[in-house]
C-alpha cells in the first residue's frame, strides 16, 4: 500500500565537502506525520544530512528518494515544490522586513494572490504571537521569536516534510520549551518533521523515532522511548549530567 511508503528515504547516502568525506553509507525514513531526531556528537554530520536532502550537497553514492522518486540530482527549488523545506539555524529570516513580509517571502516559490494570503491566515490562526506582531521589523525579534517566525515562513509553502537544523541552539530554557511545543503543534497539523537537534533528551521525549550517528555513519537506530532507555546511547551520548548540551 502507497500508506506504508516512507515519505524520505536515504539509501547508503554517501557525501561531504570538496574532498572531505563526512557521511559514509548512511540509511534514514522519514514516515508521513511522523518525528524523526537526528542526534550525535559535534562533528558526527547531522547538519550535513540535511544539506544533502535539501540539494545544497549532491549525493557521491547512494540516493535520496521523496515519495519514492529519486530527487538526489534535483535543484533546491524543485525540492520545495515537491514538499520539503528547510529552517536553517542562522540566517533564516528577512531582518529588514515586517513579520508580515516575512510570511509572504516564505510562499513566494509555491502561492500567489489570495491563495497566500489564505495559508498566511492559517499560520496567524495557529500562530496568534505572530500576528500581533505582524507589523514590527524581524530586526528586532528575539532569538527565539526569530526562530518560531522562520518555521511560520516554512508553513506558508505548506510542505509535506519540513527539515529542522538545530531549532533550539543558543535559546534561553524558557524559549526552548516553546520551541518544541511549536515543534508538536506542527505535527498536530499532520506534518512531518525531521529535526537535527542538541538538545537530544528534548528531542527525543518528542519524537517517535531517532538516529545517533557518529563520524558519518548509523551509531543506533530506532523507538526513541528505546534509545532514551538504551543503556549504550545513555552511557555515550546521553550519560553526564548535560552531555545532551553538545548532541
Known amino acids: 500500500m502507497e500508506s506504508s511508503r516512507p515519505l524520505l528515504s536515504l539509501d547508503a547516502l554517501t557525501t561531504g565537502y570538496q574532498r572531505m568525506q563526512v557521511l559514509s553509507g548512511l540509511h534514514l525514513t522519514v514516515n508521513p506525520s511522523e518525528i524523526v531526531s537526528i542526534i550525535g556528537p559535534n562533528g558526527a554530520g547531522k547538519s550535513t544530512v540535511l544539506k544533502a536532502i535539501y540539494g545544497f550537497l549532491a549525493p557521491w553514492e ?6 519514492g522518486e529519486d530527487i538526489s540530482h534535483l535543484p533546491v527549488v524543485a525540492r520545495v515544490k515537491k514538499g520539503m523545506i528547510l529552517v536553517h539555524q542562522n540566517d533564516n529570516i528577512f531582518s529588514g522586513l515586517t513579520l508580515h513580509e516575512n510570511l509572504e517571502m516564505g510562499g ?3 502561492a500567489r494572490g489570495s491563495l497566500l494570503k489564505e495559508r498566511i ?3 496567524y490562526e495557529q500562530f496568534p504571537f505572530l500576528y500581533k506582531k505582524r507589523r514590527q521589523a524581524a530586526r528586532v525579534l528575539s532569538g527565539g521569536e526569530r526562530q518560531l517566525l522562520a518555521i511560520g515562513m516554512a508553513l506558508v509553502s505548506e510542505p509535506e516534510l519540513i527539515l529542522l537544523d538545530e531549532p533550539s541552539m543558543g535559546l534561553a530554557p524558557r524559549m526552548m520549551a516553546r520551541i518544541f ?3 508538536g ?4 497539523m499532520g506534518k512531518s518533521i525531521l529535526m537535527v537537534e542538541q538538545n537530544a533528551r528534548q528531542a527525543l521525549a518528542i519524537s517517535h ?4 550517528l557518529d563520524l558519518g555513519k548509523n551509531r543506533f537506530e530506532g523507538r526513541a522511548t528505546d534509545l532514551l532507555e538504551d543503556p ?3 552511557s555515550l551520548y546521553l ?6 548540551e553538545n548532541l
Request: zero cysteines; charged letters at 30%.
Open 108 to 110: 513566494y516559490l509555491i
Open 121 to 123: 491566515d492559517s499560520v
Open 232 to 234: 549504550k546511547v545513555l
Open 239 to 244: 550519560g553526564g549530567e548535560n552531555s545532551h
Open 181 to 183: 511545543e511549536w515543534v
Open 209 to 212: 523515532r531517532g538516529y545517533v
Open 62 to 67: 547512494g540516493v535520496v528518494r521523496f515519495r
Open 185 to 188: 503543534r506542527i505535527h498536530e
